[in-house]
């Protein structure tokens, strides 16, 4: 426990937080809430806090807090919030075998992922100059494990109000031609474009296109953040190597598994394309059985995208 006095806190917490999907959430941060996540009123400490439900009435609750200088050690953190899942403390050793390294504002940070018996944590820390972050999913395990691409996707789309993230769409931004049955949308946040397709049945499927500069975190990265979306273990080595289809300057990748924000058989087809030191990324991603039937339109669309 750390002991802050008010008068030195170093961010103002947000009055009041705007509805579900918002992208801003205090005057410093900025953030996309995950479709699901109940907004709760901001406290003294807290300048986001969000409720989350799932089956049989598993709950989890989800804080974003920034506290004054270094606010203890790592180990040290780590070791507090395993003691509240019922783990035994850890090494310095060990702490890499905790960790799963994500990106917040565009800089390093560091995700811990603590399953205890009943209770699970998914921690976030990262230092900065004026304060360290700490954004933290606490709740029964099977929830928190199933929530952990989502509270990912959370801590990624963060991004302090002064540090303006990189533009979508650069100075000559690819031109492509859609097919004619997809349907142009208004691309969400860190989307420069999307696309929805209407199969048989209400079936349908989306085509997301994002881009980040440099090589936006790296093949492997990338295709295992597509895989826990649907609820798949992470690759590496051969097994990544061996999952990835090189065609022209696209690297392809295919895979099926469950949406674990709709519960849906889900299959996604996804493409990396490296230009001029910026990464561009399109995703064709919903039921099966249109993802199948688009599945060669897509593939010639990303192949005819001209830069």
């Given at each position: 426990m750390y002991h802050v006095p008010k008068e030195q806190a170093t961010v103002t917490a947000a009055a009041s937080l705007p509805p579900e999907n918002s992208p801003v959430q205090s005057p410093a941060l900025q953030w996309q809430t995950p479709p699901g996540w109940e907004t709760l009123p901001a406290t003294d400490f807290r300048i986001g806090s969000f409720k989350v439900t799932g089956p049989n009435d598993q709950q989890a609750d989800v804080s974003v807090i920034p506290l004054p200088g270094g606010a203890g050690t790592d180990l040290s953190n780590i070791n507090r919030w395993r003691g509240q899942v019922g783990l035994e403390p850890i090494t310095e050793a060990e702490l890499p075998q905790v960790t799963v390294p994500v990106r917040l504002s565009g800089q390093p940070a560091l995700l811990y992922v603590l399953l205890g018996k009943d209770i699970?944590?998914?921690?976030?820390?990262?230092?900065?100059?004026?304060?360290?972050?700490?954004?933290?999913?606490?709740?029964?395990?099977?929830?928190?494990?199933?929530?952990?691409?989502?509270?990912?996707?959370?801590?990624?789309?963060?991004?302090?109000?002064?540090?303006?993230?990189?533009?979508?769409?650069?100075?000559g931004a690819p031109a492509w031609n859609a097919p004619a049955d997809w349907r142009a949308v208004t691309p969400g946040q860190f989307l420069v474009a999307k696309y929805m397709i209407a199969g048989p049945d209400?079936?349908?499927?989306?085509?997301?296109?994002?881009?980040?500069?440099?090589?936006?975190?790296?093949?492997?990265?990338?295709?295992?953040?597509?895989?826990?979306?649907?609820?798949?273990?992470?690759?590496?080595?051969?097994?990544?190597?061996?999952?990835?289809?090189?065609?022209?300057?696209?690297?392809?990748?295919?895979?099926?598994?469950?949406?674990?924000?709709?519960?849906?058989?889900?299959?996604?087809?996804?493409?990396?394309?490296?230009?001029?030191?910026?990464?561009?990324?399109?995703?064709?991603?919903?039921?099966?059985?249109?993802?199948?039937?688009?599945?060669?339109?897509?593939?010639k669309f990303v192949q005819e995208v001209r830069y």
């Open positions: 699970g944590i998914l921690g976030l820390m990262q230092r900065r100059a004026d304060a360290t972050w700490f954004v933290k999913m606490t709740g029964d395990r099977p929830l928190v494990e199933q929530q952990q691409p989502v509270f990912t996707e959370f801590v990624q789309s963060m991004q302090f109000a002064a540090e303006q993230p990189p533009p979508a769409a650069p100075t209400q079936a349908e499927a989306a085509v997301n296109i994002s881009s980040s500069p440099g090589d936006g975190g790296g093949v492997a990265a990338n295709v295992n953040r597509w895989r826990q979306q649907l609820g798949l273990g992470v690759l590496s080595g051969e097994e990544l190597t061996q999952s990835v289809q090189s065609v022209g300057p696209a690297l392809f990748v295919e895979m099926s598994g469950t949406d674990l924000r709709t519960g849906k058989p889900t299959a996604l087809v996804g493409a990396l394309v490296m230009q001029a030191g910026q990464a561009w990324f399109y995703k064709l991603m919903g039921d099966a059985p249109v993802v199948a039937a688009q599945q060669a339109a897509f593939r």
